[in-house]
């Protein structure tokens, strides 16, 4: 097992230096950021002095190594726009949106086990319609459009909740369901799925036979087994959903570090966009490998690879 | 002489291997069986419908339209559609600057339809090849290749796509390579999957040793086999392209205005969301059963090309 998380971890790091490494040069290779700090008409004595204070000149590599080792160290540079330290501007914000990715997560959870559950107990049954239903469309919507017909529906119409702002618990709702929702129809598709292979399994089948209560195959036998690809599910899709808050976040003018990497690239702040970029990516990074984790932990025969 | 007799065996295992021949409940081929079942698939039928008609009304957009979709009028400003006491002038109203809204939906399915199948094409490309190498040769070069995956799904796309759009600028060709670029991890994902069942197939190892060179073995014997997964992770890819340009026009870093991109439309509406919400509805309905049509059409070809796998 030890060895096991030590083979993922050392993969993890390898994955998140090349993604750094990526997204460096790819925003650096985009045009001299020198120019674009000093702006389009600057003198070429005003791009030296950019030059000699940053040292854009100095060749990339060297750069990116500088970049990196700092971060390695929590100093991610200043903002060009806020002019504040990057890492405190994203610790400032990342809170919002861990609060929203987990309400999120938990919103979809609740919504597509029940649901993946009763449409694999009967299937083709209402549920099972009604189930396939909500992930299709769940599937088809696209997450800002949804939002702003919550915002029509329920902030302007009914007046119920806030529209835009994270200052109370009201302002969560309406994201909460968008990107919960943005979540469902894949955990759904995966529980039902699930129960449907663990049901026809002969252990279910000798537990019926022995004549157990129906209630109690279905929950403490089936659906224990049926669980376990759903949670290492639901802890990738938290490290998706967190890259996808950018537009929910953007809509409901939610503070959190989505809303401020739309505001860093709308405005060509590069140091905060880089940093975000690592950020989201070792969120990801973190919740496979907790998956991964997670999975060999309850699934032994996994363990091997 | 050998040419032929690979061509000719390949070709029988092909439309035998992925049937099994379970049942033959009536003696048709196993084209026309796969044709009865997509008859009677209903996701499909409705996937094709209202995939057709939007192909139909992007195709003659010209024709359909009746207004120039740039045409600015100071004098038509913010006409509701006729459903909302307005007139057949401009069945679904006008916009702020007085241009016609069905006009600018119409040809909004140009672009959303050229992005989604451009950008598709670009991943499925990246995606196949890498898909397929790491699935037949194993080994190293399947480490690397996951490798990859990994560190492409670890890219935040949208994060990412914005970035790049806002950096480069904002045009029609940026948008598509940036999303052809970013989503061909589910190609790659699912062809090594299936190149990797493939390979251990008995007709693949006999054309190798009939001498068959690599290219030929890739192109001729694995890829055709392989190709209905190819398919429906080809209209998933698009759809998701689709939805992305959307969003990333959304938030005024996709295709530009004055194009008329669904995306667009809604981020301009969003602007008067308080008293003409239609302004947002109507092209959000139009991208909503664009993209629920595509995924339905890979959902049933995904069922009716491989009946064992549904539920």
Redesign the interface.
Known sequence: MYIYILKRLG?AL???F??SA??FS??FM??DPAIAIAGENASMEDIQMVNDRYGFDRPIVVQYFEWLGKAASGDLGNSWYFDLPVSDLIVDRLSVTMLLGLLSISFALLLAIPMGVAAAMK?NSLIDRAALFIS??G???????FG??L??VFS?KLGLVPASGSTSWAHFILPTIVLGYYATPAIMRLTR?GM?EVLSADYIRTARAKGLDSRKIMFKHALRNAIIPVISLAAVQMGFM???S??VE?IFALHGAGFL??ES??R?DLPT?QA??LI??MF??FF?FLADILNAWMDPRLRIA | MSETSITSASTEKKASAPKKQKTPVHQLSPRAKMLHRALRHKGLLFGLFVMAIIVIVALFAPLLAGHDPYSQSLLARMKPPVFLGGTWEHPLGTDALGRDYLARLVYGARISLLIGLIAATISACIGTFMGVLAGYFGGRIDLIVT?FI??R????????A???V???GGSLLVVVSVLGLLLWDRFAVVMRAATMQVRKLEYVAAAQVLGASLPRVLIKDILPNVMNHLIVIFTLEM?HAI?LE??LS????GVQPPTPSW?LM?SEG?EM??FE?WL??IP?IA???L??SI??LGDGIRDVTAPEGR?
């Open positions: 993969l390898l994955v998140a090349t993604v990526i997204s790819l925003l985009a045009g299937p299709v469309v599937q088809a919507i696209p997450s800002f459009w702003l017909i915002i029509v302007i799925a449907l967190l890259g996808g950018i537009v953007s990497a739309w690239i709308s060509n966009m975000l970029i989201f990516s990801y990074i496979t | 490798f990994n560190v799904l670890a890219m935040p796309v949208v994060l990412v914005l970035a790049v806002a950096l480069f759809a939805i959307a969003a959304f938030l005024g870093l995306g809604i969003k969301l308080l919400s947002i509805t959000g991208l909503f059963f993209v629920l995924n339905m539920n």
